[in-house]
């Protein structure tokens, strides 16, 4: 099945800096990557995602670029905030199943006020 | 605004108890999922479900089963409960389509402790 690694396992940033997450996948059939936001005491709340076609989507201070080529794809987040200190997952969705997703480790992210 | 509600945030039970987890979600999605997270693995797929009284295995279904007899509840039954079945476990729903991708709705998890 699908193999999905994510780096780093905790990044911490201070206020108003650039946050990068990067998740790599094996299966080349995957074709939907959507990023997750875990806070505290919560279940993971869908931010962002990105369809194969498209190579960089954005949503205010989130983007997301994904590299078919290489199997890779990335979460970008400026000017971060207090509030965006949360565990971040990339999932890629199984090739053959459109329902099913395989998550990463997850990304631990500190913002220091 | 979509609803997944769990039955307990936290649980703790004793090892060879059967243990039931509940979820519920008021949106009438098709598909509803189970998961459980550990530090460093993420989120691993136990089972999930297309339609009432239809289920399919995940990606770690060993010592775990499940139940959907109405379109709403889907239960994760621990049939006889191991101190490694120790975890946060997450219930997720979302619409139908088969052909195309869909957000899943997270409900809040149950911590389960198994002593």
């Known amino acids: 099945g699908e193999n999905v690694e994510q780096h780093p396992s905790t990044l911490s940033v201070q206020e108003g800096d650039s946050a990068v997450i990067k998740c790599t996948y094996s299966?080349?059939?995957?074709?939907?990557f959507p990023w997750y936001k875990q806070e505290l005491g919560k279940g993971p709340q869908l931010i962002i995602d990105?369809?194969?076609?498209?190579g960089e989507k954005k949503d205010q201070r989130i983007a997301v670029t994904l590299n078919k080529t290489a199997k890779h794809f990335s979460l970008h987040i400026t000017e971060t905030q207090p509030e965006d200190s949360a565990v971040y997952f990339c999932?890629?969705?199984?090739?053959?199943?459109?329902?099913?997703?395989?998550f990463g480790s997850g990304t631990k992210l500190n913002v220091k006020p | 605004d979509v609803k997944v509600t769990q039955s307990s945030r936290y649980l703790v039970k004793r090892t060879g108890e059967k243990v039931f987890l509940e979820c519920v979600q008021d949106?009438?999605?098709?598909?509803m999922f189970w998961y459980r997270q550990d530090p460093g693995l993420g989120l691993r797929l136990i089972y999930f479900?297309?339609?009432?009284?239809?289920?399919e295995k995940g990606d770690i279904p060993e010592g775990y089963s499940v139940s959907r007899e109405k379109k709403e509840r889907f239960s994760l039954i621990l049939e006889s409960a191991s101190t490694n079945q120790t975890s946060m476990y997450l219930c997720?729903?979302?619409?139908?389509?088969?052909?195309?991708?869909?957000?899943?709705?997270f409900g809040p998890g149950t911590r389960l402790t198994v002593l």
């Open positions: 479900s297309y339609d009432v009284k239809m289920k």
């Open positions: 949106m009438d999605h098709e598909n």
């Open positions: 999932a890629a969705s199984a090739g053959y199943n459109f329902n099913k997703f395989y």
């Open positions: 990105i369809r194969s076609n498209v």
């Open positions: 299966d080349s059939a995957s074709n939907y």
């Open positions: 997720a729903s979302s619409p139908p389509g088969l052909s195309s991708y869909n957000e899943q709705f």
